[in-house]
């Protein structure tokens, strides 16, 4: 009897020590993420390397793609491997990373094709020229890196900048028809369309993108200045520095004849800042709409 009851005793021990063990044991995500290290990072996005050092996660890059310009203090000094879809394949793999992060947008590229075919693990980021995109990017980079307490700090600072870009729409007085121009000089000279980032940020300042009737990029025309009939030109300040600042943008035949060349309303901004949709997006979009709120006092550079 005795016998038996020490028998019954520990089984009852045992069960309650297995059961112990599931309700502590990690679930599967959990386990692949411990199981996983990521120490060795590689971006491919200007928007992600901003992610990745909100996130703080800086320490983790060991290189990036020609985009990533941001934080300028501290990324200058990363190897740069080429743009996306010009990608330095050989000098990337010598880096050895863990997990290379990409834009969906980017998923055709052949040298990131190759990548995955060498076993390199690549975490593909979703996004398009929405407020939405640089948070949903970092709740994807958060999942595969835990970064729990990193994502809700970034969540804060950005809700703040939106109500802050929800302050600066009320200001505004009209809506300006702005024409967003991509300048390399002035030999390539290129105009925003509709479904597009420039678009996009257009428009959540509070203006209107001066083109409507195709998608895309074309070439800069006469016969589209004088359909646009542009009331701000918009550029990037490195573009309107590859045309020899306002004096030469203006010298391009038709741009003086806009509503805008008329009256000096020429807004020039960084690039990925403005067009990037990177963590500074409502803050660029804010910044923006309160440059033209500014325009009756003439052009604007950063």
């Not at 290290?37 to 703080?56: I, P």
């Not at 590229?109 to 979703?126: F, I, K, P, R």
């Amino acid at each position: 009897m005795n016998r038996f009851l020490i028998h019954f005793l520990l089984g009852i021990l045992t069960l309650g020590l297995s059961l112990n063990a599931c309700q502590n044991a990690p679930s599967a995500t959990e386990q692949a993420t411990q199981e996983a290290s990521y120490e060795r990072l590689v971006s491919l996005s200007g928007c992600v390397t901003e992610l990745l050092y909100e996130l703080e996660q800086g320490d983790k890059i060991v290189g990036v793609d020609v985009t990533s310009t941001y934080p300028a203090d501290k990324v200058t000094e990363l190897p740069k491997l080429g743009h996306v879809r010009q990608l330095n394949v050989e000098a990337l793999l010598s880096l050895q990373p863990d997990l290379v992060l990409a834009e969906r947008t980017d998923e055709a590229s052949a040298a990131l094709q190759q990548l995955e075919a060498a076993g390199v693990e690549v975490l593909w980021l979703d996004g398009s020229f929405t407020l939405d995109k640089p948070l949903a990017q970092a709740e994807q980079i958060s999942e595969k890196l835990g970064l729990n307490e990193e994502l809700e700090s970034l969540r804060k600072t950005y809700e703040a900048d939106k109500a802050k870009l929800q302050q600066a729409r009320k200001a505004m007085e009209g809506i300006p028809k702005v024409l967003f121009i991509y300048a390399r000089g002035k030999g390539s000279l290129m105009v925003a369309g509709k479904n597009t980032a420039a678009s996009a940020m257009i428009e959540l300042a509070g203006g209107q993108n001066a083109v409507q009737s195709f998608e895309g990029f074309r070439a800069l025309s006469a016969e589209g200045l004088i359909e646009a009939q542009p009331e701000v030109l918009l550029l990037f300040d490195s573009g309107l520095q590859s045309l020899g600042g306002v004096e030469g943008l203006l010298q391009i035949p038709g741009l003086a004849q806009t509503p805008a060349g008329q009256q000096g309303h020429i807004i020039g901004m960084d690039g990925l800042y403005l067009l990037g949709f990177t963590p500074r997006a409502a803050r660029a979009a804010a910044d923006l709409s309160g440059r033209l709120q500014a325009l009756p006092d003439a052009y604007t550079l950063n």
